[in-house]
């Protein structure tokens, strides 16, 4: 059965960090580039960063740029999501993705990121 979980979301005041993780199962994560999305409410989901399979290439969305790093670990089959100098704005659920040209894509089922003092 494939998986995606998503961890890590939670409360943090402005300015403060935290670690989204994100774990598959049922899949051979390594042959797949991960993507973390977001979706705030009222909003269309957004792509925050993406990975290549190997992790050689990243990118970010420019609100993102220089707060948020993605990253992996193939041997754990998991995808990270550090996240710095977080801002109210960045408050919305984040969700994990999992795509490969020519095969299914799969998504988590989100983690809620709130932002506030």
């Known amino acids: 059965q494939v998986q995606l979980v998503e961890s890590g979301g939670g409360l943090v005041q402005p300015g403060g960090s935290l670690r989204l993780s994100c774990a598959a199962s049922?899949?051979?994560?390594?042959?797949?580039?991960m993507s973390w999305y977001r979706q705030a409410p009222g909003m269309e989901r957004e792509l925050v960063a993406s990975?290549?399979?190997?992790?050689?290439?990243?990118n970010y969305a420019d609100p993102v740029k220089g707060r948020f790093t993605i990253s992996r670990d193939n041997t754990k089959n998991t995808v990270y999501l550090q996240m710095n100098s977080l801002k109210p704005e960045d408050t919305a659920v984040y969700y994990c993705?999992?795509?490969?040209?020519?095969?299914?894509?799969?998504w988590g089922q989100g983690t809620q990121v709130t932002v506030s003092s």
């Open positions: 993705y999992a795509a490969k040209r020519g095969y299914v894509s799969y």
């Open positions: 049922g899949f051979t994560l390594s042959t797949y580039a």
């Open positions: 990975i290549s399979s190997t992790g050689g290439s990243t």
